[in-house]
Nanobody, 124 residues
């Protein structure tokens, strides 16, 4: 059974930073794309960022480009989301997910396994 465990969420003031982590049990980790999605209350889940298995290719939603950075450590089977210059509109539950490396990583339907989510709250 594949498990994804997110951590690092919390409450931060606008302009602050948080770093999310997601430890995955999928093997071999380097052959899977990893993505971050978020869902705010009353809104649909949306794509945030993704990274291919090698870590060399990344994707970002326009709303976070330049502020968020996705990375992975294949030796630790972990993906990260560094979030800087946070805004109140970034408030949401953030989920990590795994997909085949060739998947259309911006499409949530392409992901096979999801974590339980971690809450990020940005106060104004």
């Amino acid at each position: 059974q594949v498990q994804l465990v997110e951590s690092g969420g919390g409450l931060v003031q606008a302009g602050g930073s948080l770093r999310l982590s997601c430890a995955a049990s999928v093997r071999p980790f380097s052959r899977y794309a990893m993505g971050w999605f978020r869902q705010a209350p009353g809104k649909e889940r949306e794509f945030v960022a993704a990274v291919r298995g090698s870590g060399e290719t990344t994707f970002y939603a326009d709303s976070v480009k330049g502020r968020f950075t996705i990375s992975r450590d294949n030796a630790k089977n972990t993906v990260y989301l560094q979030m800087n210059s946070l805004k109140p509109e970034d408030t949401a539950v953030y989920y990590c997910a795994t997909a085949r490396d060739q998947a259309v990583v911006t499409d949530g339907g392409q992901y096979d396994y999801w974590g339980q989510g971690t809450q990020v709250t940005v106060s104004s």
